[in-house]
């Protein structure tokens, strides 16, 4: 008696991501485009900074801090904030971070530091090379780094 063949398995299609094309979207800093084509090769569903959080309020109640991650996970229900500067400057992220937290215990978010974002490069076999801090300092892959 003989087994009956397998049945090959239908091909998925992958299904659209859920953002805007990359060139329509205003990053902040290069680092964060190719973040998002990284996420994008992944198939990993993301929006770039879809939600403020007030975190500091005057005595009107006006916001005067607020932060916005700069991505968002659909799938996964996770912010991510990103930053490529040095680990001597994240200092101010960190704090919004933390405060979030604070305020929003319910929210999850990851800091994204430079040391992550260079082994997620090597990783891809991508060369680093330092930004000026007048072109908003960090790291990027050696190929896209233009400075003017």
Known sequence: ???????????????????????????????ERVAAEILDFYRINWLYEPKTFPLEWDGKGNVIV?????????????YIELTTMSQKLVTKKNRKVRRLKELYPDVNIRIFYQKDFRALLARFGMATTPVAHANGGGVLPAETNKQE
Do not use: K, R
């Not at 607020?66 to 996770?78: A, E, G, K, Q, W």
């Open 1 to 31: 008696m003989t087994a009956a063949p397998d049945t090959p398995a239908t091909p998925q299609l992958p299904q659209p991501l859920n953002h805007p094309p990359l060139d329509e979207i205003n990053f902040a800093h290069a680092s």
């Open 66 to 78: 607020s932060f916005s991650p700069d991505f968002y996970l659909v799938d996964f229900d996770l």
